[in-house]
């Protein structure tokens, strides 16, 4: 009998705890997606990069460029990938310099190499590898930025 009541009282405290502990999960993940709504990248990773922005020191580049897709590796470790096209804004002017510009991303900037890979007419490409020590970033907006040259 002793062992009896002493099972039920572990079954209790434990289903005491686990409805504790997906009640305070459920809680969580409510709380942080509320906050995030409007942050989310793609997939609903979580964003810490406003806007990860390419400066492209040769317009000939640019004007050539069909595309760029660009691959990087995300806060939680899997790789994201983005395509940036005249349509989608993602190839444009800003302040005057030709850019590739992707908003709302995770990306680990401070620990991983990131690729631009330009698709250019005729199945030709140019890729750009975009390293940690590489990014600045903007205290003003979060932006990170980078710029390459030909």
Excluded: H
Aim: aromatic share 12%; proline share 4%.
């Amino acid at each position: 009998m002793t062992l009896y009541q002493s099972n039920t009282l572990v079954r209790r405290f434990s289903t005491l705890a686990v409805a504790l502990l997906l009640a305070s999960v459920f809680t969580l993940s409510f709380q942080s997606s509320a906050e995030a709504k409007n942050l989310e990248a793609p997939g609903g990773a979580p964003v810490n990069v406003p806007a990860a922005i390419l400066y492209v020191g040769c317009p000939g580049l640019l004007a050539n460029t069909v595309s760029v897709d660009f691959y990087y590796v995300r806060l939680d470790g899997t790789v994201g990938a983005r395509t940036a096209t005249i349509d989608n804004g993602g190839l444009t002017y800003n302040t005057g310099a030709p850019t590739v510009q992707f908003y709302n991303v995770s990306i680990n900037y401070q620990a991983t190499n990131a690729l631009y890979e330009f698709i250019l007419s005729a199945n030709r490409y140019v890729d750009a590898y975009i390293y940690p020590s590489n990014w600045g970033r903007d205290a003003r907006n979060g932006n990170i930025f980078a710029t390459i040259q030909c």
